[in-house]
C-alpha cells in the first residue's frame, strides 16, 4: 500500500505563489508516476501535471504550462507542485495521486482512472 498526504495550500493573490508538497510513504519503489490534479467547486477533477518517477520526465496541461512546475525529491519520497503566476481560475482543491502502471501512451496518466492511490487534498484559493 501507498499513502499520500498533500500540503501547502492556503489563500493567496491573483501573481503569487505557492509550494505544494505531497509526502509519500509505504510501498514507494512500486510507484511508477506522480501527478497532481484539482478539483474548483462543481466541477471534475481534472490534470494538472504528472512527473515518472525513473528519469523524472514531466507533462502539463495546457492551462498550467510555464506556470507550474512538478519535481520529485527521491531520497526523501515527496512529490512538489510549484505554483506561480496565480489566477482565480487556479482555485481549487488539489490531490496527489500515484499509479504503478506503466502505459506506453502518457495520456493515460492525464486521467483519474488510472491512478491507484490518492491523497484527501490540500485546497488552494487565488483572490483577485
Known amino acids: 500500500q501507498v499513502q499520500l498526504a498533500e500540503s501547502g495550500g492556503r489563500s493567496v493573490q491573483a501573481g503569487g505563489s505557492l509550494r505544494l508538497s505531497c509526502a509519500v510513504s509505504g510501498r514507494t519503489f512500486t510507484l511508477y508516476v506522480m501527478g497532481w490534479f484539482r478539483q474548483a467547486p462543481g466541477k471534475e477533477r481534472e490534470f494538472v501535471a504528472y512527473?515518472?518517477?525513473?528519469?523524472?520526465?514531466?507533462y502539463y496541461a495546457d492551462s498550467v504550462k510555464g506556470r507550474f512546475t512538478i519535481s520529485r525529491d527521491s531520497a526523501e519520497n515527496t512529490v512538489y507542485l510549484q505554483l506561480n503566476s496565480l489566477k482565480p481560475e487556479d482555485t481549487a482543491v488539489y490531490y496527489c495521486?500515484?499509479?504503478?502502471?506503466?502505459?506506453?501512451?502518457?495520456?493515460?496518466?492525464?486521467?483519474?482512472?488510472?491512478?491507484?492511490?490518492w491523497g484527501r487534498g490540500t485546497q488552494v484559493t487565488v483572490s483577485a
Open positions: 495521486a500515484a499509479t504503478t502502471r506503466a502505459y506506453p501512451s502518457g495520456n493515460y496518466y492525464q486521467v483519474t482512472r488510472t491512478y491507484e492511490y
Open positions: 512527473v515518472k518517477r525513473s528519469g523524472g520526465s514531466t
